[in-house]
């Protein structure tokens, strides 16, 4: 399958500041961007689709001024985590769709504010 | 909206079988996928089923009945590394999770 890199793989950081994650796709180009949050022994839950371009489509409940999408170009999606809280706290993970067929996923992010 | 069904636990044997069944109602469908998640790693691609039938794929099958919203993986000759947590997602321009079925397998 393809490959899709996430990084930071986990990043602790300090109540307030802003952490950005980047998602690659490193040998398609990938059209469509998913960023997912999964708390411990949920299932993913759907934040936002990017598409290249253009703004991402937030899903209900989700605040677009605080977690920043965007999605340069057809290889790379950003999520910037602004004035970060412990609530924040959470595994985030990027999905990358090649055409309409399978998503693959990133490593995950395991971000902590402490 | 989306509804998607899988059992929360299930638990079995090594070198047994197990079938984590999925039900699903939703407002498109442009295809299921089965994931396979460890804990604290990311889901992993098992299975994609968009025309109804039997998938098989070593010792992992899934199969997808269309007219029933129903889909199940079947997971055969049980190992210890098979105790995960499974997600059906289906397809409809982004994907929506079930909410996951774990998997036990004991000795």
């Known amino acids: 399958g393809a490959v899709v890199s996430q990084h930071p793989s986990w990043v602790i950081c300090k109540s307030g500041t802003s952490v950005k994650i980047e998602c690659r796709s490193l040998d398609f180009q990938a059209t469509t961007m998913f960023w997912y949050r999964q708390f411990p022994k949920q299932s993913l839950m759907l934040m936002a689709t990017?598409?290249?371009?253009?703004?991402?489509?937030?899903e209900q409940g989700v605040e677009k001024d605080k977690f920043l999408i965007n999605h340069a170009s057809l290889t790379l999606s950003t999520l910037t985590v602004t004035s970060a809280h412990p609530e924040d706290s959470s595994f985030y993970i990027c999905?990358?769709?090649?055409?309409?067929?399978?998503?693959?996923f990133g490593q995950g992010t395991r971000l902590t504010v402490v | 909206g989306q509804n998607i069904d899988q059992p929360t636990e299930m638990t079995a044997t090594e070198g047994a079988i197990v079938q984590i069944n999925c039900t699903y109602q939703t407002s498109g469908f442009n295809g299921l996928f089965w994931y396979q998640q460890h804990a604290g790693e990311a889901p992993t691609f098992l299975s994609y089923n968009v025309l109804d039938g039997l998938e098989e794929k070593g010792r992992f099958s899934s199969f997808l009945s269309r007219s029933k919203g129903y889909s199940y993986l079947l997971l055969k000759e049980l190992q210890m590394k098979d105790s995960a947590s499974y997600f059906c997602a289906v397809n409809d321009y982004k994907l929506s999770f079930g909410a996951g079925t774990t998997v036990t397998v004991r000795a």
């Open positions: 999905s990358a769709r090649d055409r309409d067929i399978e998503a693959f």
């Open positions: 990017s598409n290249e371009g253009s703004k991402a489509t937030y």
